[in-house]
């Protein structure tokens, strides 16, 4: 059974437990958030005047790295697209990019049509024009997928078993694995070591409490219950993240069904 529960949101990070689950369920998961997740991003330039100091292809190398909000109702990718990948609106955007020096460019002064698909960092420094210098471009931004670019990847995505710290009662509250836990997980509470609910989860599995216990009464365990965090690099919220790669997980095994049934 696989219970998830969050912990702590805001617009960038989540985090939430996976219960009584396996390793190769979540590490599933994980791997398809990060290279199954579209996420858009600029692919292709057509560079009309570049007097800048940068050459044409360190531009468009920034350019692609650039992070853009990403609609993912109103593109597709351009090979799954009803124009069979040729470039249509419903899978690529069209950018323009304009400047003369003496100028900073930046992020935001790459103009688009679509007022959904922006850079998320307005502030990204692509060049500095000097004086006579000047940029002019076109760029095509598509959806795609961070197994083929990690300009594509979506977050971090991390996850770690749930600790379980067990301290049987003959503690006599020393205060040695207090002093060495590094994540402030133990405390002491009525003169003997407990655990601190707040910082439980902080945990990382070191075992220097159990290593340092002159009784060797402290006793670390993981349970089949998964810690994730999303990190989102800003294209996608982190619950769109997760609920997007629930759903590619889901025809996944739709079609490894499909191709069960065919193959009978
Ligand atoms: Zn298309």
């Keep these: 059974m696989i219970e998830i529960r969050s912990l702590e949101k805001d617009k960038e990070k989540l985090s939430f437990i996976l219960k009584d689950s396996t390793h190769s ?27 800048s100091i940068l050459y044409d292809e360190v531009i468009a190398h920034r350019l692609g790295l650039i992070t ?9 990718i351009p090979d799954e697209c009803k124009c069979d990948g040729k470039g249509c609106a419903r899978c690529q955007l069209k950018m323009t990019l304009k400047t003369k020096g003496p100028a900073m460019v930046y992020a935001s002064d790459i103009k688009t049509r679509d ?10 420094i692509i060049v500095k024009l000097l004086k006579n210098q000047a940029l002019e471009l076109e760029a095509t931004a598509v959806l795609g997928k961070g197994s083929v670019h990690s300009k594509w990847c979506p977050g971090l995505v991390y996850y770690k078993q749930r600790p379980i710290i067990e301290i049987d009662s003959k503690c006599d509250g020393c205060g040695k694995c207090v002093e060495v836990c590094p994540t402030k997980t133990l ?24 290593d340092i216990c002159p009784k060797e009464i402290i006793d670390v365990k993981s349970a089949n219950d998964f810690v994730f965090y999303i990190e989102s690099w800003g294209q996608l919220e982190p619950k769109k993240i997760v609920v997007e790669a629930l759903k590619i997980f889901e025809r996944k095994l739709d079609n490894f069904k499909e191709l069960l049934k065919e193959n009978k």
């Design 68 to 76: 853009l909000t990403t609609d993912l109702k109103s593109y597709n």
């Design 187 to 210: 405390e002491l509470k009525d003169s003997k070591a407990s655990v601190s609910k707040d910082h439980l989860l902080d945990c990382h599995l070191c075992e220097a409490c159990k």
């Design 115 to 124: 007022a959904a698909i922006k850079p998320v960092y307005p502030k990204t």
């Design 25 to 51: 369920f979540a590490n599933a998961l994980r791997r398809i958030m990060i290279e199954d997740v579209p996420t858009m991003a600029i692919e292709d330039v057509e560079f009309r005047k570049n007097s």
